[in-house]
């Protein structure tokens, strides 16, 4: 599965917490993050991360494309939602984007080890669910 992992400048040391505290889970997927974020997880979580650009620089685009072509799986993004970012538009497109390709995204602690602990249990079911409802469309 692959797995995008993105964080804000004031949430990067939970994203770093999550990601050694889920190590063993997140190092059997394909890692992708935005820039400084990847370069955290890859130096404190030690594990391995493709990068993209920094989140300002074009990062949340570049994982939004991977969404679009269907290469994304599962989107960790904690957001920082009392700081303005000066790619605002960049971020709301890319938790549309996981709307309109229904991955799931979480976008604070709380969610993402949810998710994690699902996927850690192989309960994703979604992706059937999606196939079936394209059959009968
Ligand atoms: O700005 C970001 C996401 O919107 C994250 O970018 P960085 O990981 O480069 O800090």
């Not at 620089?57 to 991977?66: A, E, N, P, V, Y």
């Not at 957001?79 to 229904?102: F, G, K, N, W, Y």
């Not at 992706?127 to 059959?135: A, L, V």
């Given at each position: 599965?692959?797995?995008?992992?993105?964080?804000?400048?004031?949430?990067?040391?939970?994203?770093?917490?999550?990601?050694?505290?889920?190590?063993?889970?997140?190092?059997?997927?394909?890692?992708?993050?935005?820039?400084?974020?990847?370069?955290?997880?890859?130096?404190?979580?030690?594990?391995?991360?493709?990068?993209?650009?920094?989140?300002?620089?074009?990062?949340?685009?570049?994982?939004?494309?991977?969404?679009?072509?269907?290469?994304?799986?599962?989107?960790?993004?904690?957001?920082?939602?009392?700081?303005?970012?000066?790619?605002?538009?960049?971020?709301?497109?890319?938790?549309?984007l996981c709307d309109v390709h229904q991955i799931p995204v979480a976008t604070n602690l709380a969610m993402?080890?949810i998710m994690i602990q699902a996927l850690d249990h192989k309960d994703f079911e979604w992706k059937n669910?999606?196939?079936?409802?394209?059959?009968?469309?």
């Amino acid at each position: 599965m692959n797995i995008a992992l993105i964080a804000h400048d004031k949430k990067k040391d939970d994203i770093i917490r999550f990601s050694q505290k889920y190590h063993s889970v997140l190092s059997k997927h394909e890692l992708f993050a935005t820039g400084t974020t990847g370069m955290r997880i890859a130096d404190e979580a030690d594990l391995k991360v493709t990068r993209f650009q920094s989140g300002p620089l074009g990062g949340d685009q570049q994982i939004g494309s991977k969404i679009a072509n269907e290469e994304m799986h599962m989107v960790v993004f904690f957001r920082d939602p009392l700081t303005a970012q000066p790619h605002e538009p960049d971020i709301s497109a890319l938790l549309r984007l996981c709307d309109v390709h229904q991955i799931p995204v979480a976008t604070n602690l709380a969610m993402a080890e949810i998710m994690i602990q699902a996927l850690d249990h192989k309960d994703f079911e979604w992706k059937n669910i999606i196939e079936k409802n394209r059959k009968q469309e």
